[in-house]
């Protein structure tokens, strides 16, 4: 089973900063088979990035995704108020898929 | 548009079972897999699995093996998971979601609390 660490497992930023959110896998699962997910209390999670760097259908420009075989970011270039929020990376590479295990987004 | 409308929350004694439905609809039901997600209270996401609408294949993740069914009515757009054996541990909200416009979860049910308690 590949296992996702993601770091930091919060960030305290204010309105505006930029965040940096990462996601390590535990082997190389080349570059199309990562995505992030955003969610919210109460809510189900909204996909954000799939492919690792391709935006899903409405998403804001201010998310891009990078990175390639075991290293993974999630960048927010201006941090809204709506972007605080959990975020989790997903892996679909090989069964069983696997999620990390979040970083929240606080506002400082 | 793409729906997936998830049963109501469940309460469930230690030991029993739970079957949580999921009707689809806005799209072509057979054409793509439906998962299965859950996640514990304060806690992060957990794949369960997948079933195949057109031709009822299943793939459940090791760890449910032997515990979970899932199914699937076409005549209705409905795919159904059951989890036996109910502990504790398996309280959490279960959401369906499925992967029509990439190879990944961007359409989720609302999700389903399944409460286990005696």
């Known amino acids: 089973e590949i296992v996702l660490t993601q770091s930091p497992g919060t960030l305290s930023l204010s309105p505006g900063e930029r965040a940096t959110l990462s996601c390590r896998a535990s082997q190389n699962i080349g570059s199309l088979y990562l995505g992030w997910y955003q969610q919210k209390p109460g809510q189900a999670p909204r996909l954000l990035i799939s492919a690792a760097s391709s935006r899903a259908t409405g998403i804001p420009d201010r998310f891009s995704g990078s990175g390639s075989g075991t290293d993974f970011t999630l960048t927010i270039s201006r941090l809204e108020p709506e972007d605080f929020a959990v975020y989790y990376c997903q892996q679909y590479y090989t069964s069983p898929w696997t999620f990390g295990q979040g970083t929240k987004v606080e506002i400082k | 548009q793409v729906q997936l409308v998830q049963s109501g929350a469940e309460v469930k004694k230690p030991g029993a079972s739970v079957k949580v439905s999921c009707k689809a609809s806005?799209?072509?039901?057979?054409?793509?897999?439906m998962h299965w997600v859950r996640q514990a209270p304060g806690q992060g996401l957990e794949w369960m699995g997948w079933i195949d609408p057109r031709s009822g294949g299943t793939n459940y993740a090791q760890k449910f093996q032997g515990r979970v069914t899932m199914t699937r009515d076409t005549s209705s757009s409905t795919a159904s998971m059951e989890l036996s054996r109910l502990t504790s541990d398996d309280t959490a909200v279960y959401f369906c979601?499925?992967?029509?416009?990439?190879?990944?979860?961007?359409?989720w049910g609302q999700g389903t609390l399944v409460t286990v308690s005696s």
């Open positions: 806005g799209y072509t039901f057979t054409a793509y897999y």
């Open positions: 979601a499925t992967d029509i416009t990439v190879s990944i979860l961007d359409y």
